[in-house]
């Protein structure tokens, strides 16, 4: 099995760019705010507010779009300067470089022929 | 006449790109409509260049009226009066129009105006990419029925015309022959550019490797056919800009024992064709492809026994659907071995229901010594791939040394989103792969069944384990690493940070071999094709290397 994460041969840099902000990037972003909402939730849980199961399958069944609104949206114990941190700044990192490289690989590629 | 000249900044198009390879990210919902930006013009009427035909043909504008010539395709083509009263080498301000650019005639005069693409056509503008404008209020019927006046036949009429003793080109040959004849090339070489319009003739040589068509690097195509049932056997074409054999439009071809080499666009193409066959041909040296078999719907067209080599493609397929064949072949030393695939700048997508069996598919993107072009090079280093289409049937090859994937399925964003879906890919032989012996990637790669494939890794991990083509499967078929890998590449090459290699200095190949039979081989117009050469999949098995080739085909000879 070779790595989810490997890049095409020759593996120059603009392979890696769209591997790390397309394919690897993304499943970070899941990966924490999944595990912040969850963090929250189980306190929510614990403290025997209702709706933690809804927004737990929520987090986990819509990635990315439900961590991220829970934690803008109804998160309880994180300060809203940081829960709007998390989400923002993680936008910013993810979508200002690949829309960098969607910028360079849009548009025409030039003559078909080198004749 | 009047002229203007329009040409799009590359700056609208990559915004239009950004924001259509953002929305294929977020799910390729409402992939409608991406693409390039439509021109927004008042008062004109825009024809569209398609790879290869106008979109309308014909068009009907007003005295003073204009058309607008915009180039919708990936190859190179122009607007040429057939009375070269205009063209677009005057008003664009050079022979080749690229992609994307465009340019308008005004019509200052009433009457009917037929034109013609010098690259795809005949310059009598009868065949190939044609067109007809009507200006003002005059009466136009077009065409109907066969080109000309001659009828396709079945058998040989047994008269032999030869080049050069009888006639000193080969173009004059073709011209005097009535269909059923057979026009003999004696070795040399000849510098030419050939059409054939008139219906079921046979164009052979007297010996594959010592008669050869040489463009020189300065003529378009060897070989253009525009008539049915016309069949090209046992000569070499090499040295075009564009193509080596090319038929176009035509029901009914047969191309056996030719060889194309280091010709600029294709080695031996059909398109918009069907009946057809190609056999004991090799192609190598293209930046394309060198077979290709483009638009066709059914196609009923079969390539048995051909060897593609150092090509872009080994061979290609766009929006070819139904009965075609590419079995018992070799394709080596390509950027991708094979490929099917759809695209909105031909008719018919998408390409669909192409059985690829008992193929040996190897060193794809390994050594670096294939020609090539950007589309190619977005591709590189897979041996089967099935990009945008449906339904094929990829069995019984092996498939070995591909730089990246051996056997890959992914969709394709053109203008529309073609997902590649419900193929079944079924006792392969897949190994030494760089990065994945199978893999499926993108959004949309559903329905794909993998079983009995030999093979070491795939992508995502077990793509075969869990979707079997027998029993149940999970929906999770593909993932988005082999995708990604698009738009590095592309931005690879806009960036310039990839070398292509130049066709013109690809590896000359080996003597191939002759027509059984040689001059004296009996004559067999191109009727009822397909028919004859549909292959017997039961008996077609999985190659090895350096076993030759097994043909499971009936010969037509």
């Known amino acids: ?115 | 006449m009047r002229a203007r000249r329009f040409m799009f900044t590359t700056a609208n198009t990559r915004v239009a790109g950004t924001i259509c390879g953002l929305l294929a990210l977020v799910g390729a919902i409402g992939m409608s409509g991406c693409g390039k930006p439509e021109p927004k013009l008042t008062g004109t009427v825009l024809v569209s260049m398609a790879d290869n035909s106008y979109s309308p043909a014909i068009v009907r504008v007003p005295v003073g009226g204009s058309v607008v010539f915009m180039n919708t395709g990936r190859n190179d083509h122009n607007v040429i009066a057939v009375d070269h009263s205009f063209s677009t080498e005057k008003t664009f301000g050079n022979i080749k129009m690229p992609p994307e650019s465009m340019s308008e005639l005004v019509f200052a005069h009433a009457g009917v105006f037929p034109f013609y693409c010098s690259f795809h056509a005949t310059p009598d503008g009868k065949v190939g990419m044609v067109g007809v404008a009507v200006v003002g209020d005059v009466q136009y019927t077009p065409p109907t029925g066969n080109r000309g006046v001659l009828a396709v036949v079945d058998k040989a009429t047994g008269v032999t015309r030869r080049v050069p003793q009888d006639y000193p080109t080969i173009q004059n040959g073709v011209d005097a022959a009535n269909p059923g004849d057979l026009v003999l090339v004696d070795k040399g070489v000849y510098t030419e550019a050939v059409f054939v319009t008139t219906p079921s003739v046979t164009l052979r040589g007297v010996d594959r490797n010592e008669v050869i068509l040489d463009g020189k690097f300065e003529i378009g195509t060897g070989v253009m056919v525009g008539g049915n049932g016309v069949v090209i056997e046992n000569m070499t074409a090499r040295n075009y800009t564009l193509n080596g054999f090319f038929w176009t439009g035509v029901r009914g071809f047969r191309g056996s024992y030719l060889t194309a080499y280091n010709n600029g666009d294709y080695g031996i193409y059909a398109f918009g064709s069907s009946d057809g066959l190609f056999e004991h041909s090799y192609g190598s040296g293209s930046p394309d492809s060198a077979f290709y078999i483009g638009q066709c719907a059914p196609c009923n067209v079969v390539l048995n026994d051909v060897v593609g080599a150092y090509s872009g493609l080994g061979y290609s397929g766009t929006n070819s659907s139904g009965d075609m064949y590419v079995v018992n072949s070799r394709f080596e030393h390509n950027r991708t071995g094979l490929s099917t695939t759809t695209f909105d700048i031909e008719l018919v997508p998408p390409g669909r229901d192409t059985t690829i069996m008992g193929n040996l598919v190897s060193d794809s993107g390994l050594d670096n010594e294939a020609a090539g072009f950007y589309a190619t090079e977005t591709l590189a280093g897979n041996g089967i791939a099935l990009v945008g289409t449906h339904t094929n049937r990829v069995e019984r090859n092996t498939v070995l040394r591909s730089r990246n994937n051996g056997i890959l399925i992914v969709p394709i964003l053109d203008r529309h989103f073609w997902p590649s879906t419900r193929h079944v890919v079924r006792n392969n032989v897949v190994l030494q792969s760089g990065r994945a012996d199978l893999a499926a990637g993108g959004f949309g790669t559903l329905g794909n069944c993998f079983s009995g494939n030999l093979y070491r890794t795939s992508l995502p991990w077990g793509l075969q384990t869990l979707n079997g083509c027998e029993g149940a499967r999970v929906p999770i078929a593909s993932d988005l690493s082999a995708y990604m890998t698009f738009f590095g590449s592309i931005a690879q090459i806009r960036m310039g940070q990839f070398k292509l290699n130049d066709y013109r200095t690809r590896p000359v190949p080996p003597p191939q071999p002759n027509l059984p039979g040689g001059a004296a081989a009996p004559v067999v117009p191109a009727a009822h094709v397909f028919e004859a050469a549909k292959p017997d999949l039961n008996v077609i098995r999985t190659p090895s290397e350096g076993a030759p080739i097994k043909t499971a085909m009936v010969s037509l000879q």
């Open chain 1, 1 to 115: 099995m070779p790595s989810l994460f490997s890049v095409s041969n020759p593996a120059t840099a603009f392979q890696w760019w769209f591997v790390v902000y397309v394919y690897v990037l993304p499943l970070l972003l899941y990966a924490s705010w999944a595990a912040l909402s969850l963090m929250d939730l189980n306190e929510r849980a614990r403290a025997g507010e209702p709706g933690s199961f809804a927004w737990g399958a929520a987090v986990l069944l819509f990635p990315l779009i439900g961590g991220a609104a829970y934690l803008l949206g109804s998160s309880r114990r994180l300060r809203g300067s940081s829960r709007f941190a998390i989400v923002f700044s993680g936008l910013i990192v993810w979508l200002v470089p690949l829309i960098v490289g969607l910028w360079l690989a849009g548009g025409p590629l030039g003559p078909k022929a080198l004749s």
